[in-house]
């Protein structure tokens, strides 16, 4: 499985184009000053220090966990152009101004930007609305780098419900078509990515965002971080782990094949899905992201033709198996024992194959694992073990130890 191609959008048939709504630009140059911007808050947390991540009114207030040893840390940078960010009204119209991240995403008409869609359904809402590439914090909308674009209409699957935790979750992108500035169209100016949709959970890919601001990143600073996805189980969904990732970073682009100068590549995923794209803790260590499949490809090709979707069937979600590999796989497991192996709080799964392999399946907290590890390579050691049992057999409260019962038979 790879990467299936994504071709120029055709005139998508369905409900005519909406009606363009809402300021022009020289009103949302005067009303997004450089104060209104600084001030804003994550759509995708609460006011407040930004310590809070994805979906925090829906979280089931889970305990936080320590990332896992080796977990990276993001890089802050200066930022591309392709990438920048939203503002808009708070919800109910009035509140706190709100903002997420958005990227170019290449169309004939060179208007449309890829987010979130739990941000999509704020900034449809919203009555003062842009998208700024390569945001600056501290100045105004009229002194932005690549000047500030006023969104025009906003393009969401309907059955996709804000920061859900259900099946519906993989649904969690959106579209944005901009009204040009006086530089021209965002695509002319900024560049573009490629919207990508793929078949496959496994991608090395460089997830950026725009964290919050506040203590944990004073200066409204992009990062970046290069990552290795694995799926989340039982979703359409990729999943990554990198510290850092807090409220702000929703709807940021997940981009294969990265030329770090241009900022361009492939947009296989954006910020978003399970509980807004964090887990129940709201970690900012664990990240996920939809796999653009064929209902994301359908909604970016009714974008792109400037046409809203029409009515769907109802979602049916992943019917993917939680575990990894196929059912043939898994008849030479010899012997498996479960355990906090890692210490990171989640049970993990040590696995001695017939062939005197040893792997380790590393619990990813949501009943699934991430990608396999091998810890033995094939050997006639571990060939003949007959039992082995995991638990805290040396007093400790932390680590699992393992037992294991061998063998001398040839």
């Not at 601001?213 to 979703?235: D, E, I």
């Not at 978003?272 to 490809?297: F, H, I, L």
């Not at 046409?307 to 796989?329: H, I, N, T, V």
């Amino acid at each position: 499985m790879g990467i299936l191609s994504a071709g120029p959008a055709s005139a998508a048939s369905g409900t005519p184009p909406t009606p363009a709504k809402g300021p022009g630009l020289s009103e949302e140059e005067k009303y997004w000053t450089a104060d209104r911007m600084d001030n804003a808050v994550p759509a995708d947390a609460a006011p407040g220090p930004a310590a809070a991540r994805h979906g925090i009114s829906a979280q089931r207030g889970a305990a936080h966990r320590p990332p896992p040893s080796g977990t990276p840390a993001p890089e802050h940078f200066a930022g591309h152009r392709t990438v920048g960010t939203f503002f808009f009204d708070g919800t109910p119209l009035g509140g706190p101004k709100t903002y997420c991240t958005g990227s170019v995403v290449h169309t004939a008409a060179k208007d449309i930007v890829l987010t979130a869609g739990h941000c999509g359904i704020g900034l449809q809402g919203a009555k003062h609305r842009i998208f700024v590439p390569m945001y600056r914090s501290g100045k105004s909308a009229a002194e932005q780098p690549y000047g500030v674009f006023p969104v025009a209409r906003m393009y969401l699957d309907a059955r996709y419900t804000k920061n859900t935790k259900t099946a519906a979750s993989d649904l969690d992108l959106a579209f944005a078509q901009v009204g040009a500035n006086s530089r021209g169209e965002v695509e002319d100016v900024a560049g573009a990515l490629t919207f990508t949709p793929t078949s496959s959970y496994h991608h090395k890919v460089t997830v950026i965002g725009y964290p919050g601001s506040g203590t944990v990143n004073p200066g409204h600073q992009p990062v970046r971080c290069p990552v290795s996805t694995s799926q989340l189980p039982g979703f359409r969904q990729l999943r990554m782990t990198c510290k850092g990732f807090y409220g702000g970073v929703s709807g940021g682009p997940w981009i294969e094949d990265y030329d770090s100068t241009t900022g361009t590549g492939k947009v296989i995923g954006n910020t978003g899905g399970y509980n807004g794209g964090g887990n129940d803790a709201n970690d900012d260590w664990v990240t996920y992201a939809p796999v653009y499949g064929k209902d994301a490809q359908d909604l970016f090709d009714h974008a792109a033709a400037h046409q809203q979707l029409g009515r769907k069937p109802p979602y049916e979600g992943s019917r993917d198996p939680w575990l990894p590999g196929s059912a043939a796989s898994w008849q030479h497991a010899g012997l498996l024992a479960s355990g906090d192996f890692r210490q990171t709080g989640h049970s993990d799964m040590i696995v001695v194959w017939t062939d005197g392999e040893v792997t380790l399946h590393p619990g990813n907290g949501h009943g699934g694992y991430d990608t396999e590890r091998r810890l033995l390579a094939p050997n006639g050691t571990w060939k003949n073990a007959v039992q082995i049992a995991a638990g805290r057999f040396n007093a400790s409260q932390h680590v699992t130890d393992l037992i294991v019962a061998g063998s001398t038979a040839n």
